[in-house]
Antibody, heavy 121, light 107 residues
Framework: EVQLLESGGDLVQPGGSLRLSCAASGFTFSSYAMTWVRQAPAKGLEWVSV????????YYGDSVKGRFTISRDNSKNTLYLQMSSLRVEDTAVYYC??????????????WGQGILVTVSS | EIVMTQSPATLSVSPGERATLSCRASQSVSSNLAWYQQKPGQAPRLLIY???TRATGIPARFSGSGSGTEFTLTISSLQSEDFAVYSCQQYNGWPHTFGQGTKLEIK
């Protein structure tokens, strides 16, 4: 059974930094691209970032480019999101997610339960 | 980036009736379009991918259609558990943007 478990959410001041983690199990982690998606309170879903299975290729949404860094440790089956220069508008529930097959459609079949990040003074 | 626009923002439908939700892309995404359902306090659930293919375990009352820039999600006979927020996502070009969602509520 695929499981994704996010952690690291917290209350942080504007301008601060935070690192989220996503522990994966139930599949061959290194074979799958991993994605972060967020959802601000009472708002829609926002695609944040993706990293390839090897970790070599990454993409970012425009709103986080230059401030967030996605990475992974395949030896630990863990995905990370390093967030810096945080803004109030980064307040959201952050989900990690992946697809059901390594080379299939790039939609998101499996999701974690989400972790809350609050940016406020 | 490709902008995804969903309509309407809120749709009120009675149980047993049909619901039709729309999603428009600012440029062609071919058939690389997914639909998700999300209930309060839960993670999204994949319903449809490839614009029209139901994901594993999704009931046949959910159907998707369209290609290019215009897409539709149809729920043929609404059940109580179908009242939720529905979001479309394109995965044709980076970033893989989402629409803002349509809230399907009980009439």
């Amino acid at each position: 059974e695929v499981q994704l478990l996010e952690s690291g959410g917290d209350l942080v001041q504007p301008g601060g930094s935070l690192r989220l983690s996503c522990a994966a199990s139930g599949f061959t982690f290194s074979s799958y691209a991993m994605t972060w998606v967020r959802q601000a309170p009472a708002k829609g879903l926002e695609w944040v970032s993706v990293i390839s299975g090897s970790g070599v290729t990454t993409y970012y949404g425009d709103s986080v480019k230059g401030r967030f860094t996605i990475s992974r440790d395949n030896s630990k089956n863990t995905l990370y999101l390093q967030m810096s220069s945080l803004r109030v508008e980064d307040t959201a529930v952050y989900y990690c997610a992946t697809r059901s097959t390594p080379t299939g459609p790039r939609c998101l079949d499996y999701w974690g339960q989400g972790i809350l990040v609050t940016v406020s003074s | 980036e490709i902008v995804m626009t969903q309509s309407p923002a809120t749709l009120s439908v009675s149980p047993g009736e049909r619901a039709t939700l729309s999603c428009r892309a600012s440029q062609s995404v071919s058939s690389n379009l997914a639909w998700y359902q999300q209930k309060p306090g839960q993670a999204p659930r994949l319903l449809i991918y490839g614009a029209s293919t139901r994901a594993t375990g999704i009931p046949a009352r959910f159907s998707g259609s369209g290609s290019g820039t215009e897409f539709t999600l149809t729920i043929s006979s609404l059940q109580s558990e179908d009242f939720a927020v529905y979001s479309c996502q394109q995965y044709n070009g980076w970033p893989h943007t989402f629409g803002q969602g349509t809230k399907l509520e009980i009439k």
